[in-house]
């Protein structure tokens, strides 16, 4: 029994499908040329900030004296590491190598077939439901504690889930990762978009959930449908999915007999007990890290937030990788055998990290090159004298051009809330309309551009192209965009407060 769980196939873990990392690779070196060569061409400039961070209105200047150093946007994959974005960028690989490393050790001794076969039984006769409850779960976590990074644990299991249901691995991400950025979008009192953007607006915190209440159920019932169809329709007709052709490898790696085997296996079942515990314990980190959010932001205890916002990746960080190696440990792998196989593991994501690394290289070249200002410095102005309809749509359409260059939420919010605060003022468009525009053209851009980290990541394990996740996805985003577009103007209509 033992030799048969150490055996190592040809083919475990997260295997990274090497086409896409370098077809993304190549967009995102071209981006980072286009944002060196801006810093050269666009006239440099900077408002003064606050003691938070926040930029005061009326107060840009241009630096002509200014002009970024060649040799520093060549040196900036090296140079981000040196930035205020280091810690976040370190986090975010830290957690992809003990996530590759666990996910390897799980997969050799059994323990994702065994979830496999179990949650497949449990929802056979009932499977849009496990859809339902998924995209719930999903959406749910981060509308209200705001967990994105933590979610790519979920995606392997989603799409394995997914194949063995008799759809797709992209069905797989939409219940996982695309279900998580929805809820970024409907946030509720999510502490990274919706708290953060209130106290910076000066609203009180949890003042108009009423209407993001119902921005929730729209944007739920928009995805759980939309997947819900699509998976009807692949069940029928499989080879029209646009990852038909890489879906097949990993179909192969999880047969449904050697799932329903690992079920009859005392020793997998007592690893996966294991690893469920894990699981158990990082959920209670983000419930600990939601509530330390809430809290800081009420106290106005900038301590306690910031361990709020850190709580969860801890969490994930710790008890993730420990609960894989004790599941490992429980099934039969032992001192070497299980060192090594987390090592195999971390090798298999590995590829991914320069894509992260080129990110954090995109926004530094941004952030020292002084035009991100000079371009809110233009917006701020090219606004004056439009009407409050579209005033809210020009504000929705620049923060989701932004989400190309600012990934973070709580970054893009010190930079434009407190100066489109004040313009609402000015413009007829109420504060609490600018927090719920800010939440929805943040949360769906998560899954649309090339310098998305995470959204890369989530393809990249599965080997979807971004040619084919941009074909799925133009529906989707139709519909949110439709969605957002009447959220708006239905803000503008009531005078939302």
Aim: hydrophobic share 55%; proline share 4%.
């Amino acid at each position: 029994m033992e030799a048969r769980k150490n055996e190592k196939p040809a083919q475990q873990g997260l295997n990274i499908d090497k086409k896409t990392v370098i077809g993304i690779a190549v967009i995102l070196a071209v981006i980072l040329f286009v944002a060196g060569l801006l810093t050269q061409v666009l006239p440099r400039g900077e408002f003064a900030v606050d003691e938070n961070g926040s930029v005061i209105a009326g107060t840009y200047e241009k630096d002509p004296d200014y002009r970024m150093p060649i040799w520093r946007i060549v040196l900036s994959p090296v140079l981000a590491f040196t930035s205020g974005n280091a810690v976040t960028g370190g986090a975010i690989i830290a957690i992809l190598v003990l996530v590759g490393g666990t996910f390897l050790i799980l997969d050799r001794v059994g323990v994702l077939k065994y979830l496999m076969a179990f949650i497949v039984e449990r929802f056979q006769s009932r499977r849009y439901l496990l859809i339902a409850v998924m995209v719930f779960f999903g959406m749910f976590l981060s509308s209200t504690a705001g967990i994105l990074e933590e979610t790519l644990t979920l995606v392997p299991i989603a799409v394995a889930v997914s194949l063995a249901m008799g759809w797709d691995s992209l069905t797989g991400i939409g219940m996982s990762f695309v279900a998580v950025a929805f809820g970024f979008t409907a946030a509720t009192f999510n502490p990274f978009n919706v708290i953060t953007v209130q106290k910076l607006a000066g609203l009180p915190i949890f003042s108009g959930l009423w209407l993001r209440l119902i921005v929730f159920v729209l944007v739920y019932a928009t995805l759980t449908g939309f997947l819900i169809l699509y998976a009807r329709k692949i069940e029928k007709h499989p080879e029209k999915s646009p990852a038909y052709k890489t879906d097949a490898a990993i179909r192969d790696r999880y047969p449904m007999d050697a799932c329903r085997e690992a079920l009859q296996d005392p020793d997998i079942a007592r690893a996966t007990r294991i690893f469920v515990i894990s699981l158990g314990c990082v959920l209670a980190g983000t419930v600990a890290s939601f509530v330390l959010s809430v809290l800081g932001a009420r106290l106005e205890n900038e301590l306690m937030t910031t361990i709020g916002s850190y709580a969860s990746m801890g969490c994930m960080a710790i008890f993730f990788p420990i609960g894989g190696l004790l599941a490992g440990r429980r099934a039969g792998l032992r001192g070497k055998k299980l060192a090594g196989a987390f090592w195999d593991g971390i090798k298999t994501i590995l590829p991914v990290v320069p894509l992260v690394v080129f990110i954090l290289a995109i926004t530094y070249v941004l952030d020292e090159g002084k035009i991100m200002h000079t371009i809110l410095n233009a917006l701020a102005n090219a606004m004056q004298g439009i009407p409050p309809y579209g005033v809210i749509l020009l504000m929705f359409a620049f923060i989701a051009l932004l989400e190309f260059f600012i990934g973070s939420g709580t970054a893009k919010a010190f930079l434009v809330v407190p100066l489109m605060s004040i313009l609402c003022d000015l413009l007829g468009v109420t504060r609490q309309s600018m927090v719920l525009t800010f939440c929805l053209a943040d949360g769906f851009t998560n899954l649309l551009y090339p310098t998305s980290g995470l959204m890369i990541i989530a393809i990249g394990m599965v080997g979807v192209s971004y040619k084919n996740w941009l074909k799925w996805t133009a529906k989707l985003f139709l519909l949110e965009g439709v969605i957002s577009v009447a959220i708006m103007l239905f803000c503008v209509w009531i005078g939302y407060q």
